[in-house]
């Protein structure tokens, strides 16, 4: 079979809150084995975050979000998709494209930490007096004059 460029893919697996603490490393495999039928490479993949949903899913009203990032053939996609519509342990899954990256950013990604730039430490000057929205000038006054004389809608008639 021909094997066609990989890309870098981002997917975000919803699985049942439950079933996943129940057995972690089950979860885990089936999202693996999932991938790896389509041939994919995991660069890596962390619990993202439990949460109550927004409507039931299969009666489930929690769920844990599994963010995955993988390489792979962009036409076994389809692959990955029809395989978690047929697994029972997966409800939902987004696999997005993604930009190449180094594995330092892929890994802060999955850690949740910040880049570097955006958790640079403040200064004593940044801290209180630059970090705050300036204060908006105070609304000008308008003056509403009518002129003696008539009435201008009938000017603006003819």
């Known amino acids: 079979m021909e094997t066609g460029t990989k890309r870098l893919y981002e997917g975000m697996f919803l ?5 996943a603490a129940a057995d972690w490393e089950g979860t ?26 927004t409507y039931d899913i299969d009666h489930k009203s929690r769920g844990t979000y599994i963010l995955c990032y993988f ?27 993604t ?19 955006l958790d640079a430490p403040e200064s004593a000057e940044t801290s209180e007096g630059a970090r705050r929205a300036p204060t908006p000038a105070p609304a000008a006054e308008v003056d509403t004059a009518v002129e003696d004389g008539g009435d201008n809608t009938d000017e603006a008639a003819e």
């Open 15 to 19: 699985v049942d809150s439950a079933q």
């Open 71 to 97: 390489n792979v053939d962009g036409r076994r996609i389809s692959g990955i998709e029809k395989d978690v519509l047929l697994s029972e342990k997966v409800m939902r899954a987004l696999i997005l494209t």
């Open 99 to 117: 930009e190449k990256r180094p594995a330092e950013m892929i890994e802060r990604d999955i850690t949740g930490e910040p880049a570097p730039s």
């Open 28 to 53: 885990l495999s089936v999202i693996n084995t999932i991938l790896q039928r389509a041939d994919a490479e995991v660069v890596s993949m962390r619990k993202w975050q439990e949460r109550k949903l």
